[in-house]
């Protein structure tokens, strides 16, 4: 029993360091998920803005046309 839970060369030490460095591992890719999701998230509410504003104009330009149209029709 001794020779599995040896802290330095015991079955279950290493076991348990393997465990520790595929976590870490995991963390990491987490890390790095987040930042392109954040990225992601960043560039998709640039792109709602862009169309918000878009479509703010072409309704002001609607309306103008459909002005222009009732009043050169009267």
Known sequence: IQSIIDS???SLSVRIEGIDERIETIDESI?????????????LRKQFTA???MMS???????????????SGS
């Open 51 to 53: 169309m918000e504003q």
């Open 8 to 10: 330095e060369v015991g």
């Open 57 to 71: 104009t072409l309704q002001s330009q609607s309306g103008y046309i459909a002005s222009i149209g009732t009043s």
């Open 31 to 43: 890390e790095r998920m987040e930042i392109r999701l954040e990225s992601y998230e960043e560039r």
